[in-house]
Nanobody, 125 residues
């Protein structure tokens, strides 16, 4: 059973930065397609950033140039560095994983991710 535990959320001023972490209880994080998603009440979950086993990354247009996804394969930790934060970045952020490689357009296919963390709240004001 894969367990994902996020941390690093909090309240920050506009223009500030946060780094989210996701510790994955897996043998090798590189065997999974990993992603960060976010959701606000009454809205659909949105893909933010993801990383494939070969290190390729994908980003939502709304965060390109501001957010960076990375992973530490030795520690099985997924990160999301968020800079130049805006009020519209306020949401619950979730780490997610699915076995095997990432499919085309995977950030738009959140139901395909079988493993989810509990979420960490980010508030920008």
């Amino acid at each position: 059973q894969v367990q994902l535990v996020e941390s690093g959320g909090g309240s920050v001023q506009v223009g500030g930065s946060l780094r989210l972490s996701c510790v994955a209880s897996v043998d090798t994080i590189g065997r999974y397609c990993m992603g960060w998603f976010r959701q606000i009440p009454d809205k659909e979950r949105e893909g933010v950033a993801g990383i494939e086993s070969d290190g390729s990354t994908s980003y939502a247009d709304s965060v390109k140039g501001r957010f960076t996804v990375s992973q530490d394969s030795a520690k099985n930790i997924l990160y999301l560095q968020m800079n130049s934060l805006k009020p519209e970045d306020t949401a619950m952020y979730y780490c997610a994983a699915v076995g095997g490689g990432c499919t085309d357009g995977y950030l738009a296919k959140w139901p395909a991710f079988g493993y989810w963390g509990q979420g960490t709240q980010v508030t920008v004001s």
